[in-house]
């Protein structure tokens, strides 16, 4: 028994192809339309001798990155706010908590920040000021270096002054 492939491409494919093509379809329009794939009537396009105007798709990817960049933009931004409030909270004058006891959840304050609290805070703002850096990179230009090794020390110092609490 002989098996022969299920979707061969018919010469009604490349007529098909060929007129919708003429028409101005896009790949994705006429791929719809004859029940195959974007990748086969490229293939089928191709080997026509067509091509598809990208146009539209570049303004779309245009778009789809100037509107992540606004993201990012904004993301960044809350990130140096976190950073910000978890520094806020390190310096504070009184450091405040709730915990667990016997008598059930009770809020304490003491006038320094334990240890352990002082290295999670630390490794929380140098997690969020390494991701705005990260961020912040995708968009920077050469000139971000600078601003990059800063914020890296940074990060780098809480870590090691977190560390050196235990």
Known sequence: ???????????ADRDRVRELHAE????????RAIGRSPSTVTGI??????????TATAAATHARQVDNR???TEIVGRLYGRAERVLARLEAPAY????????????????????????ALASATSTHLAAAAR????????????VKSMLGGLAAALGIRAAGDD
């Open 1 to 11: 028994m002989i098996l022969l492939p299920r979707n061969l491409i018919t010469d």
């Open 24 to 31: 101005g379809k896009t790949r994705n329009d006429i791929a």
């Open 45 to 54: 396009a191709r080997s026509l001798g067509l091509s598809f105007d990208r």
């Open 70 to 72: 606004a993201r990012r």
């Open 96 to 119: 405040k908590f709730t915990a667990t006891t016997v008598h059930g959840i009770e809020t304490k304050v003491l006038d320094h920040v334990p240890a352990p609290d002082e290295k």
């Open 135 to 146: 961020l912040e990179q995708v968009d920077a230009d050469k000139g971000s270096e600078g």
